[in-house]
């Protein structure tokens, strides 16, 4: 069985500071890995997608990728209360670009102001 | 404006009557999928596909049927629907060189 496993949460975090949200996933063959927010009763939005080792960073966001420990990493920093959502880890388990997709159960982050 | 609709957004039935849940989208998507999501469980895909015609399974297959004769309609189907397919259904696209999925607002099923 493919996995991709998240800690549920709930994580609470200060207004301003670094959010850290973690995921590791079982197949050494996923090419793309992404990070989706959901606000709850949404539909989950695309934050970033990371396809290299290393770090890849947006805004506020930096995705990281360590394919030989298999896990895939998202910081929020300068947290905000609109930050307050369900974090989706996502893997491709295919070859080609868009194809068999492993979500994790997500992990709720909750910023207090 | 660019999107993916679903239809209907909220739905009670009863076990073994046949229904179908639709998607549609409007980007000219190639690539099209459906998932269920259920507490704790997070999304699990359904079914996905690749292009008119071309479909394969997901995780959770089993119960489910789709169909792809258009390129913007990606119907889900129960032909006999439990009360374990109660769930919340999103239906999702993207084009197959840019990996972002466009989730639909959801389907909210319940089989009593």
């Known amino acids: 069985q493919k996995e991709v496993e998240q800690n549920s949460g709930p994580l609470s975090v200060p207004e301003g500071a670094i959010a850290s949200l973690n995921c590791t996933y079982s197949d050494r063959g996923s090419q793309s890995f992404f990070w989706y927010r959901q606000y709850s009763g949404k539909s989950p939005e695309l934050i970033m997608f990371i396809y290299s080792n290393g770090d890849k960073e947006d805004g506020r966001f930096t995705a990281q990728l360590n394919k030989a420990s298999q896990y895939v990493s998202l910081l929020i920093r300068d947290s905000q209360p609109s930050d307050s959502a369900t974090y989706l880890c996502?893997?491709?388990?295919?070859?080609?670009?868009?194809?068999?997709?492993?979500f994790g159960s997500g992990t709720r982050l909750s910023i207090r102001p | 404006e660019a999107q993916v609709t679903q239809n209907p957004r909220y739905l009670i039935t009863v076990t073994g009557k046949k229904l179908t849940v639709t998607c549609s989208q409007n980007?000219?998507?190639?690539?099209m999928s459906w998932y269920r999501q259920d507490p704790g469980l997070g999304l699990r895909q359904i079914y996905y596909s690749m292009n008119v015609e071309v479909t394969d399974k997901g995780d959770v297959p089993e119960g489910y049927k789709v169909s792809r004769k258009e390129k913007r309609n990606f119907p889900l189907i129960l032909e006999s629907p439990s009360p374990n397919q109660t769930s919340l259904y999103f239906c999702?696209?993207?084009?197959?060189?840019?990996?972002?999925?466009?989730f639909g607002p959801g389907t909210r099923l319940t089989v009593l």
């Open positions: 999702a696209s993207s084009h197959p060189r840019v990996d972002e999925q466009f």
């Open positions: 980007m000219n998507h190639e690539y």
């Open positions: 996502a893997v491709n388990m295919g070859y080609s670009s868009a194809s068999k997709i492993i």
